[in-house]
Every structure is written in structure tokens, then in C-alpha cells.
T-cell receptor, first 114, second 113 residues
Framework: EAQVTQNPRYLITVTGKKLTVTCSQN?????MSWYRQDPGLGLRQIYY???????DKGDVPEGYKVSRKEKRNFPLILESPSPNQTSLYFC?????????????FGSGTQLSVL | DAKTTQPNSMESNEEEPVHLPCNHS???????IHWYRQLPSQGPEYVIH???SNVNNRMASLAIAEDRKSSTLILHRATLRDAAVYYC??????????????FGTGTRLTIIP
């Protein structure tokens, strides 16, 4: 089944403790991106990647890192999480970044930073 | 501004058609209109997209105004499973040359049995 898989689904951590949220897709997609969703703000893009070893900042990249060493994986890294990074995170992928390509989203990771 | 404007919420009776409006008055000639929906506790799910012509697929229809400043997502026969937040999105090329897809806060659709 074609899908985007995120782990973990729920995560509670403390300020400053490094964490990684994994994202994997099985559709051989070139384009992957991370979003955060906050009440009243909709989804905002954190980082995106157009292919292996090609990543760039989205609208809200501060406090996050990403890497794209393999086509299927696009982990989101929080080196020193802070409470304002408490949010619902979604990974997404598409065949390419062409404007007529649709995005496939994962089920989300609810992160709480205490 | 790449955002679109949608009503915050709408209600519809089950098994009746639903028309979800979207205003994108600042759209440019190459921007695509995409619709996604988000069911409770799930990630957004693609519904439909279009550029200029009306589009149909198994989930919905998309009617795009002739001047492209607005569009309407049509669910032909709403079911309880269609209750979700529906996002109308412009997909465009940013000033930095990358694809940009900006989600607003969407329309929360309630289906009344």
C-alpha cells in the first residue's frame, strides 16, 4: 500500500532533550516536506527536500533540522526542543514539486515539549 | 499574499450536494488550485486540483470561475464520512523558485444525519 509513515505517533519530552521524528515513503517520491499544524494557524511548512541531499527552509524552519540521505527517508530533528515547538507535525511527499502533483501526508506526530 | 479565503464552517444534510466556496482573488496565471481535506485525527488527504477547466474525479468536482478568482468544491452526495476540514490551496512558484503550497484554516464541514 502506498503510504507515508511517521513515527512516533505521540511524543512527550522535556526542554532541551534532542529528538528525531522519522518519516518514510514507499512511493519513490522525489519531493518530501515537513509541516506543523497549530490551532488557528493552519499548516505551515518547516523544511522541504526536492531530492536526495537537496533540502531547503520553508516558512518556519527555526529550531529544526532535516536530512535526506536516502530517497525514502526524511527525518525531522529537534536538537534542543522548546515548549513553543509543541505541535502536531505532518510529513508529506509527492512525485515531484511540479504544481500539478498531489501531496501524500502521514498520519501525524503529536509532540509535547514540557 | 498566497492565502485563500474560505468560510470557517458549513453544514449540510446527509445525501445532499455540498458546495464549498473559495476565494483566491490574487491568483496568477500559473497557480494551481488544490483541495485537501482532513478528517479527525488524520493527516490531510488530497481531494482534487485544477488550473483553468472544471475537473471531476471519483471524490468530487471542482468548478473554477472563468476569471479564476474563485472556485467551488462540489461533493455530489454528502455522507457522514465527508465530515472534515476542507482546505482550498493555491500551489505556486515562490520568488525563490520553489513550489509553495500555503494552507489556510479551511472550512469545517458538518454533515447532519
Amino acid at each position: 500500500e502506498a503510504q507515508v509513515t511517521q513515527n512516533p505517533r505521540y511524543l512527550i519530552t522535556v526542554t532541551g532533550k534532542k529528538l528525531t521524528v522519522t518519516c518514510s515513503q514507499n512511493m519513490n517520491h522525489e519531493y518530501m516536506s515537513w509541516y506543523r499544524q497549530d490551532p488557528g494557524l493552519g499548516l505551515r511548512q518547516i523544511y522541504y527536500s526536492m531530492n536526495v541531499e537537496v533540502t531547503d527552509k520553508g516558512d518556519v524552519p527555526e529550531g529544526y533540522k532535516v536530512s535526506r540521505k536516502e530517497k525514502r527517508n526524511f527525518p525531522l530533528i529537534l536538537e534542543s526542543p522548546s515548549p513553543n515547538q509543541t505541535s502536531l507535525y505532518f510529513c508529506a511527499s509527492s512525485l515531484s514539486e511540479e504544481l500539478n502533483e498531489k501531496l501524500f501526508f502521514g498520519s501525524g506526530t503529536q509532540l509535547s515539549v514540557l | 499574499d498566497a492565502k485563500t479565503t474560505q468560510p470557517n464552517s458549513m453544514e449540510s444534510n446527509e445525501e445532499e450536494p455540498v458546495h464549498l466556496p473559495c476565494n483566491h482573488s490574487t491568483i496568477s496565471g500559473t497557480d494551481y488550485i488544490h483541495w485537501y481535506r482532513q478528517l479527525p485525527s488524520q493527516g490531510p488527504e488530497y481531494v482534487i486540483h485544477g488550473l483553468t477547466s472544471n475537473v471531476n474525479n471519483r471524490m468530487a468536482s471542482l468548478a473554477i470561475a472563468e476569471d479564476r478568482k474563485s472556485s467551488t468544491l462540489i461533493l455530489h452526495r454528502a455522507t457522514l464520512r465527508d465530515a472534515a476540514v476542507y482546505y482550498c490551496i493555491r500551489k505556486l512558484i515562490s520568488n525563490f523558485g520553489n513550489e509553495k503550497l500555503t494552507f489556510g484554516t479551511g472550512t469545517r464541514l458538518t454533515i447532519i444525519p
